[in-house]
């Protein structure tokens, strides 16, 4: 099929990608411009990070008090050991406007590689510098924080369990093993290794491995929920950490994502589907000297739990 362009129209685009367009003797007559939904849309302010271990992407639209930090009770938490618990806030005043002031925060805050001093109002496309995170703020609609989103999702997210990539998880870790080492919080890690995923690879085909692995990482993070953090750590072998809880409490965790992994009736394409998991688990002590030798602890565990007949937890 031949396309024909009028010669006299500045939009030399094919009639079939044109909303409204009309053929006449041949010529192609725009009716109307097309509009993407949204563009006419109000902008809001919002922060992104751009650079950071553990937080790049992460978005928010601001509200009318923003407080940035480390504790996870900030509305806009980053993992950085050099930010503080309290560490700014901007707030909004006037008619849309923002300011951000430091809140006596031990490494200070920079906006633009400028020293912060007293409050200062914020431009579309100030660099706030805080530890070593530097976010963005800037004002933006909807479709550019659905952007924003797909990225953010691209780079920090496993596409086959939707759990965190191993990148992002790796440096909470650290983050969540540097404030228990502060003495802040008790810190658990679990390594999981699924029981049966060779054998449904080899009889069904590995699609249905493949399955088998997606549904259990979402099932791990159901069972967290708001408790800890996981990722895929390779092939059909998962690691968790569990902020706030002790050997005791992450034992039984381990344990309801055990049964749930063995009780869940997966299935796929009607082929019932019935894998199962194996844990260890290990709590951090002075002992530990890194996030790595708790994380080999826990895999010591692990290895324990598949000599013991596998689907069990083990310390």
């Given amino acids: 099929m031949k396309l024909n362009y009028s010669e006299t129209s500045a939009a030399r685009v094919p009639a079939a990608r044109v909303p409204g367009h009309v053929m006449d003797g041949g010529t192609l007559r725009i009716e109307g411009v097309f509009t993407p939904a949204g563009s006419h849309a109000a902008k809001k302010a919002y922060l992104s990070v751009i650079r950071s271990r553990a937080d790049i992407g992460v978005h928010a639209f601001l509200s009318e008090r923003t407080v940035i930090g480390r504790s996870p009770t900030c509305t806009f938490p980053l993992h950085d050991m050099k930010v503080s618990g309290r560490h700014a806030t901007i707030t909004r005043v006037g008619d849309g406007g923002f300011v951000i002031e430091d809140l006596n925060s031990t490494n200070g805050t920079r906006v633009d590689s400028v020293p ?43 596409p086959l369990t939707d759990l965190p990539s191993k990148r992002r998880f790796d440096e909470a870790l650290e983050f969540a093993f540097q404030t228990s080492r502060r003495g802040e919080m008790p810190l658990s890690v679990l390594m999981m290794d699924m029981d049966g995923v060779k054998q449904i690879n080899d009889t069904h085909g590995h699609l249905y491995g493949a399955h088998v692995i997606g549904e259990t990482g979402r099932l791990i993070a159901k069972v967290l929920g708001k408790d800890g953090q996981a990722c895929r750590f390779g092939g059909d072998e998962f690691s968790a950490f569990l902020p706030g809880l002790n050997l005791t409490s992450a034992c039984s965790v381990a344990e309801h994502i055990r049964k749930t992994v063995e009780s869940a009736g997966m299935e796929k394409d009607g082929i019932p589907l019935r894998p199962t998991i194996s844990i260890g688990v290990s709590s951090h002590t002075p002992a530990f000297s890194s996030s790595l030798a708790l994380i080999t602890s826990a895999d010591d565990a692990l290895y324990r739990a598949k000599a013991s007949g596998k689907n069990c937890v083990a310390l």
């Fill in 116 to 158: 912060l001093v007293g409050q200062k109002v914020l431009k579309d496309g100030d660099k706030i510098f805080v530890g070593e995170t530097v976010v963005r703020f800037a004002f933006a609609d909807e479709l550019d924080i659905d952007y924003h989103s797909e990225v953010a999702a691209l780079v920090g997210t496993d």
